[in-house]
């Protein structure tokens, strides 16, 4: 699609334009989050509803990450073909969809497959949103619309539980999967209000382009990977996974290097500094997971919170998001994308290193103070590496890799939660049991703090500052 020429319009009308879009793009981002964030609340309901062990009933809350891990590239660039407007509208239908299908379920399996088609949704509501950021903001402002729409995210992660548990007590499990579905409805008003009607790219290939073969071994090789990660059970079945995503993979690179258009050109990820971006983003998203995975357990376990101080506790990371995130796109704006991420990559790194240290010699406030540093760095990461990765990028282009952005993060999520628990868990195992959560947590964020670093030194030494900003 394509915004009007702002240069013809009043500066008034023009800023006016600019927001009613960020606007119509802000709450999908919210609910895309909050679809990922809201269910967990209600599997202990779930699973006496539907009279289900726990290991059934968590495939609510995984399908949801498993359909959008394994559709956002795909549909990323469906939205380059057909129109990234159209593909958001489509998404949000989906999602709405599932919303109400969930809402009704008489089954738990119904229930499932609710949840990945309003996954898939999500998949689409995040990768074009930051795409449609592209053709609505002028580059000088591009960090300050990706600082938004991080803060709508955050709002979403934060806003999930609290609201999820009202309303199961006061209507029952089934109202958090049918109030997504009059936010959908606003969603897709905003839309067809604020973005005008797309206008598709010859160089996007038409409907004939889209990689079909690459798009099915993509997904597979993801969900498979996904399904290692989290629902293994053994070494002996996480294997099995793991060599079927890697089987995958490898069908996927010998059919990319056949396809008249791949799902993602392939000179675009070879640019100077995109693998860095890409990997960076992956290990901040493991970083961060380590707080949402580790962090309840150690709050518990070394401190001995109840339920509702954890809660209170865990949600200062998500309320600093909320403040930092617009003021950190701004900052991208003045000083530069490069600086920006070295900036916050460090703090991540440095935060990651605070927590494994302070909540051991300050108990609850040292733990605060570790997330006090970390997340305002994780938001100026996010704004400078979501910028820097979408600036120059061609329009044909924009929609896969949005997708390979948010796709990255997701593997980075899927990586930590499985990866920090078990560091967590194997850590404490060989030490009197009063001390484990304390040796866990340290062992735990020492990794964290060395992702951290890692990623500075890839983004320092791989990714080239742009020359507008030197």
């Not at 580059?139 to 803060?151: C, F, H, P, V």
């Not at 030194?457 to 742009?466: I, N, S, T, Y």
Request: with cysteine; net charge positive.
């Amino acid at each position: 699609m394509s915004i009007p020429d702002v240069s013809a319009i009043p500066y008034s009308g023009a800023r006016r334009a600019e927001w009613q879009v960020l606007g119509a793009l802000s709450l999908p981002m919210l609910l895309a989050s909050l679809g990922a964030s809201i269910s967990n609340v209600a599997l202990p309901t779930l699973m006496a509803d539907f009279e289900v062990p726990f290991g059934h009933v968590q495939w609510v809350a995984i399908a949801y990450l498993l359909a959008s891990t394994a559709t956002v590239v795909g549909v990323g660039r469906l939205g380059d073909m057909f129109g990234h407007r159209k593909l958001l509208l489509a998404g949000l239908a989906a999602y709405g969809a599932g919303s109400a299908i969930g809402s009704i379920a008489p089954s738990l399996w119904l229930l499932v497959a609710a949840r990945a088609l309003q996954g898939t949704g999500a998949a689409a509501m995040i990768g074009l949103s930051m795409a449609l950021v592209g053709d609505a903001v002028p580059k000088a402002r591009t960090g300050s619309a990706m600082g938004l729409l991080a803060t709508m995210s955050a709002i979403g992660t934060a806003l999930g539980p609290s609201l999820g548990g009202f309303l199961i007590a006061a209507f029952g499990w089934w109202s958090i999967f049918s109030i997504g579905v009059p936010l959908t409805a606003v969603a897709v008003g905003l839309v067809l209000r604020a973005l005008p009607a797309d206008r598709i790219r010859a160089e996007a290939g038409g409907p004939a382009g889209f990689d079909h073969a690459g798009a099915v071994l993509l997904a597979l090789s993801l969900a498979f990977y996904s399904m290692a990660a989290t629902v293994g059970g053994s070494i002996g079945i996480s294997a099995i996974f793991l060599l079927a995503a890697a089987v995958s993979a490898i069908g996927l690179v010998a059919v990319g290097r056949r396809a008249k258009l791949p799902l993602v050109d392939p000179t675009t990820l070879r640019a100077p500094g995109m693998a860095a971006g890409l990997a960076a983003n992956a290990l901040v998203a493991a970083v961060m997971m380590a707080t949402l995975v580790v962090g309840p357990f150690h709050l518990a376990g070394a401190f001995g919170l109840d339920p509702a101080r954890i809660g209170l506790v865990m949600s200062i990371g998500p309320a600093i998001s909320i403040a930092c995130g617009i003021p950190a796109g701004k900052l991208v704006d003045r000083v530069g994308t490069h600086a920006v991420a070295i900036l916050g990559l460090t703090g991540i790194s440095g935060g990651s290193f605070l927590l494994a240290l302070f909540p051991a010699e300050f108990g609850v406030a040292g733990y605060i103070a570790g997330i006090a540093v970390l997340t305002p760095a994780y938001q100026l990461f996010q704004a400078a590496n979501n910028t820097a990765t979408l600036k120059g990028i061609a329009p044909a282009q924009r929609g896969a890799i949005s997708g390979v952005l948010a796709l990255s993060r997701n593997l980075g999520l899927v990586t930590g939660a499985s990866l920090m628990g078990a560091i967590y868990i194997f850590a404490g195992t060989h030490v009197p049991v009063a001390e484990a959560s304390i040796a866990g947590m340290r062992a735990t964020f020492v990794v964290a703090g060395l992702f951290g670093g890692l990623a500075a030194v890839l983004v320092a030494l791989f990714r080239r500052r742009p020359r507008a900003e030197e």
